[in-house]
């Protein structure tokens, strides 16, 4: 069964600290993606990435930077957490190109709360 | 620019009883993709139902079917024969970028609707 596991489903950090959320996928899948999920306003993108080392901006990147040094591994960086951070992270895999649909398949989402 | 959206932030359904979701969608390319995604208060998302841009037929999954008009811009997702395990957030999604054999596969969401189903 394909299986995105993000390492928290819950964290509570101070204002400054730096945030580690970690994502792995067991599909060897080439894409995997940082979304932000807030009330009203859907998902975001935050970052993506379609191979090791590789590394795009989504739509959000401002106070984030990410990580890809292995292809079953995607982290998403705080480097100096805020309050307006405080919200619910979705990792999400998929293949690159093909004849697949182009489904994400998601982890179980990190809940992060910036006190 | 190409958006999602999702006009109903809750509905209400009694159960047994069918409802449709509504989603519009605004893009310039000739071949994309839409999605439905449930997300349930446990927090994963769930993927639901898939039609692509040249696809002729409504895509049908179980109780869950895409009513694709292509013209107007939507994709609204038909729920038939409502079940108490189907209240959730429903996100209706758009796949940027080219078809198949190329795509990195980003997805851009809409807001969401949450479903309330009534006993």
């Known amino acids: 069964d394909v299986k995105v596991t993000q390492s928290s489903r819950y964290l509570v950090k101070r204002t400054g600290e730096k945030v580690f959320l970690e994502c792995v996928q067991d599909?060897?899948?080439?894409?995997m993606f940082w979304y932000r999920q807030d009330p009203g306003l859907g998902l975001r993108l935050i970052y993506f990435s379609y191979d090791v080392k590789m590394k795009e901006k989504g739509d959000i990147p401002e106070g984030y930077s990410v990580s890809r040094e292995k292809k079953e591994r995607f982290s998403l960086i705080l480097e100096s957490a805020s309050t307006n951070q405080t919200s619910m992270y979705l990792c999400?895999?998929?293949?690159?190109?093909?004849?697949?649909?182009?489904?994400?398949?998601f982890g179980e989402g990190s809940r992060l709360t910036v006190l | 620019a190409q958006k999602i959206t999702q006009t109903q932030p809750g509905m209400f359904v009694q159960e047994k009883e069918a409802v449709t979701l509504d989603c519009t969608y605004d893009t310039s390319d000739q071949s994309y993709g839409l999605f439905w995604y449930k997300q349930p208060s446990s927090g994963e998302m769930i993927f639901l139902i898939y039609q692509g841009s040249y696809d002729e037929q409504n895509a049908t999954e179980g109780r869950y079917s895409l009513n694709f008009q292509k013209a107007r811009k939507s994709a609204n997702l038909v729920i038939s024969a409502s079940q108490l395990g189907d209240s959730a957030m429903y996100f209706c999604?758009?796949?940027?970028?080219?078809?198949?054999?190329?795509?990195?596969?980003?997805?851009?969401f809409g807001t969401g609707t949450l479903l309330a189903v009534q006993p």
């Open positions: 999400a895999s998929s293949p690159f190109g093909g004849a697949n649909t182009g489904e994400l398949f």
């Open positions: 599909m060897d899948h080439e894409n």
């Open positions: 999604a758009m796949r940027e970028g080219r078809e198949y054999g190329g795509a990195t596969n980003k997805l851009i």
